[in-house]
């Protein structure tokens, strides 16, 4: 079953780079409330928490977010079933054409493992960003951070509130 969704996600994103959604120019901003549902995975996460749930700020090159983190089922008796991630980042967004509302944009952050303290080495740490809006209600996001020995990434779909 997990493999499938993996492949489920891999079909959607390229389905979305390959034919992007256009949209009026006038709905170009991707600033304000955004509310998000997708994966985490991390190195040594023997508690196995994998589904997230995030509420995030955006500003034109700012970002700040919470990620709820939960486990899929109950962990194998290391760590706890839930955590936090609480983070900030800076963005760059590419130029795109007048007549596209989507955009790429790319970012560093750091962030901080709230209610976790068994598989991380370091509860704070820096990550990368990588996120692609592809229309002006909704949004792809992908964090990667080190924290420790442990690299830790989540996989967000967010949907905008403008």
């Known amino acids: ?3 499938f969704v993996w492949v489920l996600t891999g079909i959607c994103i390229l389905g979305f780079l390959i034919a992007p959604l256009p949209a009026l120019a006038e709905n170009s901003g991707f600033e304000g409330l955004a509310l998000g549902v997708g994966v985490n995975r991390a ?5 196995n928490e994998n589904t997230a749930f995030s509420i995030k700020w955006r500003e034109r090159h700012f970002e700040y977010g919470l990620d709820f983190l939960q486990a899929g089922a109950v962990g194998y008796g290391y760590g706890n079933s839930n955590c936090a991630f609480l983070w900030a980042s800076w ?17 560093a ?6 209610g976790e303290d ?4 370091w509860q704070a740490g820096p990550f990368i960003i990588l996120g692609w809006d592809f229309t002006a209600r909704a949004g792809l996001e992908g964090k990667l951070g080190y924290f420790g020995e442990n690299i830790f990434g989540t996989a967000m779909f967010y949907w905008y509130f403008q």
């Open 109 to 114: 952050g750091a962030g901080t493992i709230l």
């Open 43 to 47: 190195a040594e996460n023997m508690a």
């Open 118 to 121: 068994d598989f991380v080495d």
């Open 91 to 107: 963005l760059e967004e590419f130029d795109r054409p007048g007549w596209q509302d989507y955009g790429i944009y790319v970012g």
């Open 1 to 3: 079953m997990r493999s």
